[in-house]
């Protein structure tokens, strides 16, 4: 985040401090809950949300070195993420095109990708480079039958892609993406994202619809209750700052420590090291920007349940780990966010789940002071039926 940035925030978080308020959004909203329990609505979200938008899969340490890839089973499509010996990441269908078996799984490093089925071989750019016993299949034309590509943009060390064919090429992608974040591309850019390194990785299922995992990232006004013996003694209670791009926002929790700036010069202010800061990359991802690493929690819906959800959890750091004294800090940085995350806000948001599927209450209220929450409810409902009206057009 550029400096100038960082004072101006600073400055409003100073202001909220001595006047006792916060960020404000509009007005209260009222949200359906059938919107959490009901399976035509998911499967809207699910083939809108997760098939026509530019989704996060992660920093470029994800996959540093030609050859390292991700296979992702979480969304709507399998996915096999590379890096191809020209250094470039692609995203694939995760699907052999002779039966459409996984050509992998997990993650790693592969010269090529050898079906585990009648080892068709893809190299690392998707081409088809092996047909074994190619003179039973007259009329295939090898060059074809490469894996299907998915639309991937990388850009200042992030990796998005779109999970549905790719139609209109590299260019097309790239301005979808710019228009997609809405004014946040030089924010994130500032970061300098291309210099982080992969360390842990954790997934988890939880028994609640995918959003809730979400918002439970986007207001402090639960701070003082459910992490009262956690986190909140760390931030002010009920305070935060808020700024949306389009669909994106991002959201500041401030920590008391931030006090030690009031007798500093602007110059040495550091905004990221006093506070929360995390950005809700649409639709589906928390991105936390710490003083020394970033986390990121990316949730996809079950498959089956309109209840159920799938978190994978990513830490990035500067340096890779080459000490047990280095390995025992990052160990207890991610064991606290998970005793937070987890443990307090997770485990309420089944217990939510659970009463809303009593179908009991009809309606939740967001109130003025959860403006990110409020705007991740509206972007939800926009973008379903905006998506929806688009293909109904087609």
């Given at each position: 985040?550029?400096?100038?940035?960082?004072v101006a925030?600073t400055?409003k978080?100073?202001?909220h401090?001595d006047?006792g308020?916060t960020?404000?959004?509009?007005?209260?909203?009222?949200?359906?809950?059938?919107?959490?329990?009901?399976p035509?609505?998911?499967?809207?979200e699910k083939?809108?949300?997760?098939?026509?938008?530019?989704?996060f899969?992660?920093?470029s340490g994800?996959?540093?070195?030609?050859?390292d890839?991700?296979?992702?089973?979480?969304?709507?499509i399998p996915?096999?993420?590379?890096?191809?010996?020209?250094g470039?990441?692609?995203a694939?269908?995760?699907?052999?095109r002779?039966?459409g078996?996984?050509?992998?799984?997990g993650?790693?490093?592969?010269?090529?990708?050898?079906?585990?089925?009648h080892?068709w071989?893809y190299?690392?750019?998707?081409?088809?480079v092996g047909?074994p016993?190619?003179?039973?299949?007259?009329?295939?034309?090898?060059?074809?039958?490469g894996?299907?590509a998915?639309?991937?943009?990388?850009k200042?060390?992030m990796?998005?892609?779109?999970?549905t064919?790719?139609?209109?090429?590299a260019?097309?992608?790239?301005?979808?993406?710019?228009?997609?974040?809405?004014?946040l591309?030089?924010e994130?850019?500032?970061?300098?994202?291309?210099g982080?390194?992969a360390d842990?990785?954790r997934?988890?299922?939880?028994?609640?619809?995918?959003?809730?995992?979400?918002?439970?990232?986007?207001?402090?006004?639960?701070?003082?209750?459910?992490?009262?013996?956690?986190?909140?003694?760390l931030f002010?209670?009920?305070?935060?700052?808020f700024?949306?791009?389009?669909?994106?926002h991002?959201?500041?929790v401030i920590r008391?420590?931030?006090?030690?700036?009031?007798?500093?010069?602007?110059s040495?202010?550091?905004?990221i090291?006093?506070?929360?800061?995390?950005y809700?990359?649409?639709p589906?991802?928390i991105?936390?920007?710490?003083?020394?690493h970033?986390?990121?929690?990316?949730?996809?819906p079950?498959k089956?349940?309109?209840?159920e959800c799938?978190i994978?959890f990513?830490c990035?750091?500067?340096?890779?780990?080459?000490?047990e004294?280095?390995r025992?800090?990052?160990?207890?940085?991610i064991?606290?966010?998970?005793?937070t995350?987890d443990?307090?806000?997770y485990?309420?948001?089944?217990?939510?789940?659970?009463?809303?599927?009593s179908?009991?209450l009809?309606e939740?209220l967001i109130g003025?002071n959860?403006?990110s929450?409020?705007?991740?409810?509206?972007?939800?409902?926009?973008?379903v039926?905006?998506?929806s009206?688009?293909?109904?057009?087609?």
């Open positions: 985040m550029q400096h100038a940035l960082q925030l400055k978080a100073f202001a401090i006047q308020t960020d404000m959004g509009r007005d209260v909203l009222r949200h359906p809950v059938s919107e959490y329990t009901c035509d609505w998911l499967n809207r083939s809108t949300l997760f098939r026509d938008f530019p989704l899969m992660g920093l994800l996959i540093p070195e030609p050859g890839f991700l296979a992702e089973d979480l969304g709507e996915t096999l993420l590379v890096r191809g010996d020209d470039v990441a692609r694939f269908v995760n699907m052999c002779h039966r078996a996984p050509l992998a799984k993650c790693g490093r592969n010269a090529s990708f050898i079906c585990p089925y080892a071989n190299n690392q750019r998707g081409e088809l047909l016993d190619k003179r039973s299949f007259p009329g295939v034309e090898q060059e074809k039958m894996l299907i998915l639309p991937t943009v990388e200042d060390g990796i998005w892609v779109i999970p064919p790719d139609r209109n090429g260019a097309h992608i790239e301005q979808q993406l710019t228009d997609h974040l809405g004014g591309s030089d994130l850019a500032s970061y300098q994202f291309g982080y390194h842990m990785t997934t988890i299922t939880r028994r609640a619809n995918w959003k809730q995992p979400i918002e439970t990232f986007l207001e402090a006004y639960h701070f003082n209750t459910l992490h009262k013996n956690t986190v909140a003694p002010f209670h009920n305070l935060c700052l700024e949306d791009f389009g669909l994106n991002r959201e500041a008391r420590s931030i006090e030690t700036l009031r007798d500093r010069p602007e040495e202010w550091d905004f090291t006093h506070t929360g800061l995390s809700q990359l649409f589906n991802t991105f936390v920007v710490q003083a020394d970033v986390e990121t929690w990316r949730v996809f079950s089956e349940r309109v209840d799938v994978r990513d990035y750091i500067p340096e890779p780990v080459t000490s004294s280095a025992k800090h990052w160990d207890a940085n064991d606290l966010a998970f005793k995350v443990e307090e806000d485990a309420i948001s089944e217990d939510i789940e659970r009463g809303y599927l179908h009991a009809k939740v003025r959860e403006p929450l409020g705007h991740y409810k509206k972007s939800i409902t926009q973008a039926k905006s998506s009206d688009k293909k109904t057009g087609d």
